[in-house]
């Protein structure tokens, strides 16, 4: 009677310990994986930094080129002033070549 209360007692034991093994062995991969996603996460914050800095650079970027824009106008403006002050030197540069022409011509 005792040898089968013990049986019994040594055949729940082996079965608890069994669960418990299976319990271990579920524990051990779900550390695993937790392992895995916690390196996915790492990399994934990485890579939101990295996001985040070439969001910032895109931004100062764009200010400059605004800025850019901004002088090539104005320097647009500037040559064609320019360009224009240049035909009107032309122009008069031959009107005074012709005016001397006239002057040599008179003495």
Known sequence: SELEIATGD??????E?????GAQDSLI???ARAEELQLKL???????ELVQTL?????TLASE?????GDAEHLRSELAKARGAQ???????????????KLDRAA
Request: hydrophobic share 45%; glycine share 0%; charged share 30%.
């Open 42 to 48: 790492d990399r994934a914050a990485q890579k939101l």
């Open 87 to 101: 035909d009107s030197l032309i122009l008069m540069t031959a009107r005074a070549e012709e005016l001397q022409l």
């Open 55 to 59: 969001k910032e650079q895109c931004s």
């Open 65 to 69: 080129l605004e800025i850019a824009t």
């Open 29 to 31: 991969l779900m550390t």
């Open 10 to 15: 040594a055949e729940h034991l082996r079965s």
């Open 17 to 21: 310990l069994a669960k418990a093994r």
